[in-house]
Structures are given as structure tokens and as C-alpha cells.
Nanobody
């Protein structure tokens, strides 16, 4: 069974940075697409970024140039480096693994103060 555990969230001032991590258990990490999603209060969950098994990345327009997704297959971990954070980036950030099925982490709260 796959388990995803996010960490790295917290409170930061606007313009600051945070680095989220998502550690995966199981043996399919290296062949899975990994993604970060976020959900703000009262809003639908939305895609932030994804990275393929081969390292191809995709970013939502609202984070392009500010966020960077990366993966370390040896550590079964995916990262989200978030720079130039804005108050509107405040949300719970979730990690998702996709390989035939999908798996989600429990989420980590990111709060950006103005």
C-alpha cells in the first residue's frame, strides 16, 4: 500500500519561500507521475505542478516562475520549492501519486501573511 506524507508547510510572510516535501512508501515511486495540488477554504482543489517519471514538469500559470517541482527517486520524495509567495497561495497543499491508480497525502498547510 502506498503512503504519502507531506511536510514543510508553515506560516511565511509575503515574498518569502517554503520548500514542501512528500515522502512516499512503496516501490512504484520512480515510475509514477507526482503532483502537487492545493485547496483554499471554500475553493476546489487545483493543480499546482506535476513531474513525470522522466522529469518532465508542468506548472499552473499562477505559479510559473515562482514554484519549482523536483523529485529524488532514490529517496522516493518529491519537492515543491515555493518562492515569492503571495497571500493568495495560502492553502492546504497535497501530494498526489498517479500510476494506474491515484494516491493522496494528508496535506500540509501553507499560510502566507501580507
Amino acid at each position: 500500500q502506498v503512503r504519502l506524507v507531506e511536510s514543510g508547510g508553515g506560516l511565511v510572510q509575503a515574498g518569502g519561500s517554503l520548500r514542501l516535501s512528500c515522502a512516499a512508501s512503496g516501490s512504484i515511486f520512480s515510475i509514477s507521475t507526482m503532483g502537487w495540488y492545493r485547496q483554499a477554504p471554500g475553493m476546489q482543489r487545483e493543480l499546482v505542478a506535476t513531474i513525470s517519471p522522466g522529469g518532465i514538469t508542468y506548472y499552473a500559470d499562477f505559479v510559473k516562475g515562482r514554484f519549482s517541482i523536483s523529485r529524488d527517486n532514490a529517496k522516493s520524495t518529491v519537492y515543491l520549492q515555493m518562492n515569492s509567495l503571495k497571500p493568495e497561495d495560502t492553502a492546504v497543499y497535497y501530494c498526489r501519486m498517479t500510476r494506474l491508480s491515484e494516491f493522496w497525502g494528508q496535506g500540509t498547510q501553507v499560510t502566507v501573511s501580507s
